[in-house]
């Protein structure tokens, strides 16, 4: 029965009957009812029983094992005296009696006050001084007033048997309140009744009943935070003294978060974590690099003045200050532990995949692979956004998948109470802003940002929490923003009331270090010269930022030593050794064929297995998805891991990779690529949750982190990759030039015009082309296995690291015609940039048109072609756009002196590559003495849909623009 109903009944006039059904049905079936009254009836005297039994005609006898686990045995009876009576209760307490009515009237007095003690459980952070503000006054809640229970005035003073719940055999009603309302309804207030695992709710439950923050910190631990908040106070006043007109998205009004997040680290740290990753907004940035992170100040400064964080003599476009991240070592607890905060964009939220795909990159790196507690994240959020961005729910959802869990993520909310100029009443639906991740059963810690050691203590039991379960939790720190959105903003323009009452409100720091000089933990010249050396440390650093100037980039240190930038002007058609040689060719195809006797392989892939096995075997007809494991098994024989990830990238969207194939009797699982030979690095791929956002953020932060392992994320189908747009604008494009930061990260994504609709047609080629410049990443639309074979291997082979994104092909998977020899994958072959012709045509100097084209559209063209028997039209492939190929595109068009030169696409006029090779091509063209000097378009016309959704009309569109091209119509 629900607590709810529970409740109800106990409340009705027929106490005495529903308690006597409640115990017969607790006698028959302990786990069928309530667990708080499944604890008090195993507790009962045995008056107390006697009286049950006999209203219920049951009789109680210890079982061995109910649904959550042994039921508890009784207690032992209470003490008597002498005589045989009861002995004497605690002081003030009454002693019961044998009476029948006395006795279930004790009965009735424990189950009303075990109920209230639930309730402020559950609801007591309703009634919790979260405010420091003082404008959001909690209502009395009903469930929470002893009335509700039927209790009077008259019984505040009466002893209540509680066996022990919070911690007292016998408490009065008077001191039950005091403890529920100091535990639940002060500075925090906790939710934490809707998680499920009993140990952790328990857990949660013992370390914050009887308020122990109340009494928690020495001297030695109040000095520090106040230190901690000085240091965060003292920072923005400098700034806001010395550059008073520039943008900083301070963070005035929650200076708590400082101290929160440097007992989160020391926490942690204490407890083995050895390596903290951060993301965070733009809120509080430049705090958190200085204070937690340890960036200098004068570094900070400097930036003010306009100086680069880029060194002199690297290039790239640098970002705003707030925007940046950093790293460090400190010591903590006698070792070192590595700190990182993450750069972000004004994009809020996207950086919080970034984060935790970086924090499951480094475990797996250390070997971490079982607990994953030695690397933490921390993600900042704010109210708003927390609320609001929905890859902070596609994050929390990956929390636990066994592909992308980390062991927990520590999520601190700086609570401003409002976003740009929105209210809570605007923001979010729910209660709270941290309501999201109640969907995944967090426990969330809300508090008063102005009581900083109520801070400081939630923040000291998420980190315990995180490395005790392994599970998120959420600190939702409930402060304001002393200014507007930023700091030349005028926030009382909509928030009059808001603004006026922040007018009159003393800082955290103040307030702190009053109560310190009251209580007499630190006196307030004490307090004062504290803020005046780091005063004066500020100024000393203002003064070293005149001259300050970066002095090297740290991006190409650590594990990413031994790679090197790439500068705009170096050669773009360097053939990288990505070859391998025929017998680990041979030992990798053998072991993608070889299956266990034992192991019960569906009857369709055996055979699947057996023609690859003849593929490799013959050295011919190799098809994609060979290509790939060989790709993926070369590189695991050299030493590095493969990681891939997305939507079915197991079996693959078109049932073409099988790279885990499952027991068809067991469901057992049986990886090819991880059996190739001992001692080998692993393979993992992952079927990822419904997401885009978000794991592709997690894939580009592993990627981050680990330039030694490829990290591949699939789109099931390339349209949905628009759903991680923000990811591949904001990161996967630009990071380097913005941040210093280089990824390997590649992104397949399945392309191809088969008459399957606008959402089953498009990977959306020109976005990524239009994302390209600098040498920023590789964009490709491969038509053979072995390019893509080449094209994965060039990742790692390359002495540096860009983001590769393919199309990659839906038909092409089974083509006859897209298929590799072994001897493309063997010494003395390579990536090819441009494949030229490779049928025998008519004399070069009579080819009367040169079709260009890329991707799958080329077969259609080659079949067309062949059997319509046309020889004066040659069909040269670009496989890589960009960088473009601009070289092999040149020595592939020379011998075509007469010919017009055409490009042909699938997509419509305005989509595909056509707008971005148009000119790429003329460049080219005007290179050589050749008849054509531009070349012209053919394909389907400019459309908003990128494709028809009627099967009829996509026929009739492909073969028209295939007989166009051709010559033919």
Not at 242 to 255: D, H, N
Request: charged share 25%; glycine share 8%.
């Amino acid at each position: 029965m629900a607590g709810v109903d529970i409740l109800a009944s106990a409340m009705s006039g027929a106490n005495a009957a529903f308690l006597a059904d409640l115990y017969a049905r607790w006698v028959e079936k302990p786990d069928s009812v309530d667990p708080s009254f499944a604890e008090l009836f195993a507790a009962l005297n045995d008056e107390a029983r006697a009286v049950l039994e006999d209203a219920s005609g049951a009789s109680w006898a210890p079982r061995t094992r109910g649904k959550f686990g042994p039921d508890p045995e009784p207690p032992p009876a209470p003490r008597k005296d002498g005589k045989g009576a009861p002995a004497a209760a605690p002081t003030g307490a009454a002693t019961p009696t044998v009476d029948k009515a006395a006795a279930q009237r004790a009965v009735l007095d424990s189950i009303r006050a075990l109920m209230l003690i639930r309730s402020y459980r559950v609801r007591g952070h309703l009634e919790a001084q979260l405010d420091p503000l003082g404008l959001q006054k909690p209502a009395p809640h009903q469930e929470l007033t002893p009335a509700t229970y039927g209790f009077t005035d008259a019984d505040m003073d009466r002893p209540i048997f509680l066996d022990f719940v919070l911690g007292k055999e016998y408490a009065t009603l008077r001191e039950i309140l005091a403890i529920c309302r100091a535990s639940y309804c002060g500075s925090i207030g906790v939710e934490f009744m809707h998680i499920q695992d009993p140990d952790q709710k328990s857990w949660i439950q013992r370390r914050i009943e009887g308020a122990p923050w109340l009494t928690a910190f020495g001297k030695a631990e109040k000095t520090k935070i106040l230190q901690e908040l000085t240091e965060a106070e003292g920072f923005e006043a400098f700034c806001a003294k010395k550059y008073a007109t520039t943008k900083r998205f301070g963070l005035e009004g929650g200076e708590s978060t400082i101290p929160a997040i440097e007992t989160v680290i020391e926490t942690a740290a204490s407890l083995g974590v050895n390596e903290v990753t951060i993301g965070m907004a733009h809120r509080g940035r430049l705090n958190v690099l200085v204070n937690v992170v340890k960036k200098p100040y004068s570094a900070v400064f400097s930036e003010f003045k306009g100086v680069s964080a880029h060194p002199e003599d690297v290039q790239g476009s640098g970002d705003v200050k707030y925007h940046l991240g950093t790293s460090t070592d400190i010591e903590i607890a006698g070792r070192m532990v590595h700190l990182s905060l993450q750069p972000n964009p004004s994009h809020l939220e996207a950086v919080d995949p970034v984060v935790v795909g970086k924090v499951r990159a480094r475990q797996d790196m250390a070997g971490d692979t079982k607990t994953r507690r030695s690397v933490m994240g921390i993600t900042l959020h704010g109210d708003a956004a927390f609320a609001g961005q929905g890859v902070v729910y596609e994050t929390l959802a990956m929390s636990q998948l066994i592909g992308y869990r980390t062991g927990g993520t520590i999520h601190i909310v700086t609570n401003n109470q409002i976003g740009f100029t929105t209210v809570a009443a605007h923001a979010y639906s729910g209660l709270y802003c941290t309501d999201v991740a109640k969907s995944i059963q967090v426990p969330i810690l809300h508090v008063n940002g102005d009581d900083p050691e109520a801070v400081v203590f939630c923040a000291r039991m998420a980190a315990e929490f995180r490395m005790q379960f392994g599970a998120d939790i959420v600190l939702d720190i409930v402060c304001y923003r002393r200014h507007g959105h930023n700091e030349t903003d005028e926030p009382a323009f909509t928030q009059p009331i808001m603004y006026g009452r922040i007018k009159e409100m003393r800082t955290t720091r103040a307030l702190y270090a009053e109560r310190l000089a009251r209580e007499g933990s630190l006196s307030a010249d004490e307090a004062k010269a504290m803020y005046d050396a780091f005063n004066a440390t500020l100024e000393e650093a203002f003064q070293a930022a005149q001259s300050f100037r970066p002095n090297k980039a740290d991006w190409l240190e650590g594990h990413w030593s031994g790679l090197k930038a790439v500068a705009v002007g170096e050669e773009v058609e360097k053939l990288h050794e990505t070859a391998v040689g025929l017998d680990a060719l041979r030992e990798v195809g053998a072991a993608l064929t070889r299956v266990p006797a034992e192991f019960n392989v569906n009857p369709k892939i055996a055979r699947q297995l057996e023609a690859k096995k003849q593929a490799i075997e013959t050295g011919e007809g190799l098809d994609w998805a060979t290509g790939e494991a060989l790709a993926f098994g070369t590189l695991l024989l050299e030493g590095h891991r493969v990681r891939l990830s997305g939507e079915d990238v197991q079996r693959g969207t078109f049932s073409h990779r099988h790279a885990y194939l499952i027991d068809q009797k067991t469901q057992a699982e049986y990886v090819p690529l991880n059996n190739i030979r001992a001692g080998q690095p692993r393979f993992e791929a992952f079927n990822s949750l419904l997401s885009e956002f978000g794991v592709l953020g997690f894939e580009y932060g592993y990627s981050l982190a680990d330039p030694r392992t490829l990290v591949l994320w699939e789109a099931q189908f390339g349209d949905f990759a628009n759903g991680a747009q923000v990811i591949i604008d904001q990161f996967i494009a630009s990071a380097e030039t913005k941040w210093l930061r280089m990824s390997g990260l590649v992104m397949l994504l399945p392309h191809g015009y088969e008459g399957q609709g606008p959402e089953h047609s498009s990977a959306r080629l020109e976005r990524y082309l239009q994302l390209c410049a600098e040498r920023n990443m590789r964009v490709g639309n491969l038509t053979t296995p072995a390019n893509y074979f080449h094209a994965l291997r060039r990742q790692l082979k390359a002495n540096y690291r860009k983001p590769l994104v393919l199309m990659t092909p839906k038909s092409l998977l089974r083509h006859k015609l897209a298929v590799s020899s072994l001897a493309d994958f063997a010494p003395g072959s390579g990536f090819q940039y441009v494949i030229p012709e490779i049928d025998a045509i008519a004399p070069d100097a009579e080819v009367k048109r040169v079709v260009l084209c890329t991707g799958k559209v080329y077969y259609d063209l080659l079949q067309e072609r062949r059997e319509k028997g046309v020889k004066d039209v040659a069909i040269v492939r670009l496989e890589q756009l960009y960088p473009f190929p601009q070289m092999s595109l040149g020595k592939a068009l020379a011998p075509y002196v007469n010919a017009e030169v055409v490009w042909c696409q699938e997509e419509p006029e305005n989509m595909g590559a056509w707008s971005f090779v148009d000119r790429r091509i003329e460049k080219v063209l005007g290179g050589l003495e050749h008849k054509a000097r531009r070349p012209r378009y053919i394909g389907r016309e400019e459309a908003a849909s990128p494709a028809t959704g009627l099967a009829r009309i996509h026929q009739q569109q492909q073969e028209m623009l295939v007989r166009q091209a051709l010559r033919l119509a």
